[in-house]
């Protein structure tokens, strides 16, 4: 069974920074697209960051300039470095890897932006 665990949430005040990181248990993701999704209270859950397994990266509008997605294929691990965090970045970020090895979800790790 594959598991994709999710570290590195917490509070932290507005203008701050965080780094998720998300390990899988397995390896053969090399050839996988990851990124990472979000879910706030109240709103559907959205894509914020991907990383194909070329390395290609893309964002969400929202967080350009702020994030960076990154991955270390030896390790299989995917990373999201968050900085300049405001509020409205609060919510559950969820860990995801699609392709060829199949489709995996994090269970999620809480990000919380307050004074």
């Known amino acids: 069974q594959v598991q994709l665990v999710e570290s590195g949430g917490g509070l932290v005040q507005p203008g701050g920074s965080l780094r998720l990181s998300c390990a899988a248990s397995?390896?053969?993701?090399?050839?996988?697209?990851m990124g990472w999704y979000r879910q706030a209270p109240g709103k559907e859950r959205e894509l914020v960051a991907s990383i194909t397994s070329g390395s290609r990266t893309d964002y969400v509008d929202s967080v350009k300039g702020r994030f960076t997605i990154s991955r270390d294929n030896a390790k299989n691990t995917v990373s999201l470095q968050m900085n300049s965090l405001k509020p409205e970045d609060t919510a559950v970020y969820y860990c995801?890897?699609?392709?060829?090895?199949?489709?995996?979800w994090g269970k999620g790790t809480l990000v919380t932006v307050s004074s």
């Open positions: 995801k890897t699609w392709g060829l090895a199949g489709i995996y």
């Open positions: 397995r390896s053969s993701f090399s050839f996988n697209d």
